[in-house]
């Protein structure tokens, strides 16, 4: 662990040649602010990403035998993956249910913990075969170790489950390490376990793990993806933060995040990484950009934020950029602002006066479709950490301005079924 810890810090140096707005605090941590934890745990991520695909090669084999023993590449009965997690975790599973429902051609489904916890009989059905795959930082929320407990209680036979949490001494580990042959466990480096009450380095590190389990025939074509992620990421930083910081107004009263695919779980964890971090001071909403037609733009006024995700995927794009276009113009003459995050630069936006952020303006890394999640969500967590700093709230623990809500979720009671 203290080989690791060191092997982040030594990544960090890379920010002492750099003078934008996120440098300064991993260069110059302020305490008072609450600026110790969080800017170091977001700029680290490059870094970790390369990390865990390392990692994940080393479990590949392992985890491919896990995943034969219960039928995944069974074309005849595949079972049903379901993904799980509370809170931020469980935006991992909804950033990842389209890919892999479209490369195991199974049944794939987001079920959060709570809701599993409050209703388990309505999800789990003692007829079909399930893998669960639950996300989680620390371990130790309630309703994650209730349904992990209920499942191997009640449905020990047809659910068999992966646990990824970055807290390897968490009661969700201890308990994969009990059942070995119900539970594949992957525990993730100790530095990708957040310090920050708002999950950054935890989410991403998650879902690259994850990842993984759609390329165990094919890890080095994983690891190149992975790299070039993490090498588009560093460019995003380094080019957009303080440009980020200029465009983070403290006027701003909501927010809204727009995506398709994996990017819906982005808009997801951006809007609440953005709500979190300013203590619900910025009330934010996600949706995709169809549905954001029916109904949901009708709250945008002149102190909004409209930020769009936009797909690789050139049928979907089209249909996000249509809404662009039809919205704009409207939004600007409100006064609300308009964001468009994407891939490689387009004339078109500079024409409609619209800004646009790329993290791949000349195509010099390949980053597909149902893998843009961890840029996206990077805009998020730099835009709510500069948002928070605007409306002078505590970054590293925004819960010191309003105690509704902490790093892990207390005062759940769980009842036996």
Known sequence: MEEQVQLSKNYLERYRSKTHMLARWVNDPQPKDGLVHTPSE??????????????????????KSFLEKNDLYNPSGRPQIIFTGA??????????????RKTFHTNCANWSTPRITANPHDFFDEHQHY????????????????????ALKHYPDNVHHIVITCNQNGELAKTASAHPDKIFLI???????DKGLAMTSSFSSMLVSALALVHLGDMKRYKEIIESMAASAEYFIDTYSDEIYQLSDPDFNRAFFLGNKDLLGAATESALKVQELTAGDLFTKSDDPLGFRHGPVSAVDGSSFVCFFLSEDPFTRRYEIDVIKQYHKTFGEMGAKTVVIGSSHDQMFKDLDVMYLSYNPEG??????HYQVNLAVLFGQLFGMFQAVKRKVNVDDPSTQKATYSRVVQGVQIYEI
């Open 187 to 193: 525990p993730l480096h100790p530095v990708s376990n």
């Open 364 to 369: 010099k890394w390949e980053i597909p479709a």
């Open 131 to 150: 893998i669960l795959i639950h996300f989680a930082r620390s371990g130790n929320s309630p309703e994650s170790k209730a349904v992990l407990n209920l």
């Open 87 to 100: 809170g931020t975790s469980d935006f991992v599973g909804q950033s990842l249910v389209d890919l892999f």
């Open 42 to 63: 977001i700029a680290q991520q490059p870094y970790l990403w390369n990390l865990t695909a390392s990692m994940m090669g080393e479990l590949a084999g392992k985890l």
